[in-house]
């Protein structure tokens, strides 16, 4: 009985790390047949603009499960969600497939390299601290890369006096971080970098002339007022008729839905959000 639950174990591994060719990749059978679904409906549309596809996407993702947290395995490796996600997963996925449905090569293995390049700096996995765990960072990478660029100066943005230092100061709330100091210190020099750029927020009551420039595809990005960290929550602008609302994971709902409040309303009746940011692709 051990050798047989050993042995299912390891096939169970198998699966999971190797399907596909991609053997430096976490993702299951189900990932690549819905990765494979998507390329389908991208394809013949593969000539619309970023912003188009990746509410393609989204909105063939609605209904996905929330689960928070999803991809925090030992060690760090490259993993693919298309079953469950959260709000930065969500909108890597919208993306990355995006990408690749534009891109020459459109196999699973080309979408793990596009998420890869967004998830982790410079595109290379070299652990947990090489993730872009703070989105001004994620932001910052996909602009260097030529994706997309903030456009909340733009939209009436206002300086922010933004700091990073909440993973650093409590490493005992992650896993990859308690009792590894070394791990630590790497997230610290992450965080004093992105302390020497300049920020911008929309504030919550300047929102009313702020919408009117925000584009269905555009990535909003919630930012919060605990000190240290920066974007609460990430989403894709939806314009539907008069409402400008937005796609989301929401932790909430349990899963991907439109949400039913327009932005405004919603970014307003959250007392830890400060404003907004937006990106918009390019």
């Known amino acids: 009985m051990k050798f047989r639950t050993s042995f299912l174990s390891l096939f169970l591994m198998s699966t ?103 998830r982790y700096r410079d595109g290379v996995v070299d652990g947990y601290s090489s993730r872009l765990h703070y989105t001004s960072e994620w932001i910052r990478q996909g602009e260097s890369r030529g994706v997309f660029e903030e456009i909340t100066g733009d939209l009436g943005g206002l300086p922010y006096a933004q700091k990073f230092n909440f993973m650093s100061a409590h490493p005992q709330y992650y896993r990859q971080l308690k009792d590894n100091p ?13 302390e020497k750029y300049e920020y911008l927020v929309i504030p919550k009551d300047k929102l009313g002339k702020a919408v009117s420039g925000i584009k269905t595809g555009d990535i909003v990005c919630f930012d919060q007022n605990t000190a240290g960290l920066d974007i609460a929550h990430v989403a894709f602008a939806l314009r539907e008729g008069d409402k400008l609302t937005f796609i989301h994971a929401s932790s909430k709902a349990g899963k991907v839905i439109v949400n039913p409040v327009s932005l405004i309303e919603y970014t307003r009746g959250i007392k830890s959000h400060d404003g907004l940011r937006v990106v918009r692709m390019k």
């Open 16 to 118: 999971l790390c190797f399907a596909g060719g991609t053997d430096d990749v976490r993702h299951s059978q189900e990932d690549v047949r819905k990765f494979n679904e998507v390329m389908e409906i991208l394809t013949p549309v593969r000539d619309s603009s970023l912003s188009e596809l990746v509410i393609v996407v989204a909105r063939h993702f609605i209904g996905t499960e929330y689960v928070a947290s999803s991809i925090e395995m030992e060690p760090e490796r490259l993993t693919v969600s298309t079953t469950k996600t959260d709000c930065m997963l969500f909108v890597e996925m919208c993306l990355a497939m995006s990408l690749t449905a534009k891109g020459d090569s459109r196999d699973f293995a080309s979408y793990c390299d596009n998420l890869r390049k967004l």
């Open 182 to 194: 070394a791990e630590t210190a790497r997230i610290r020099e992450a965080e004093k970098n992105l």
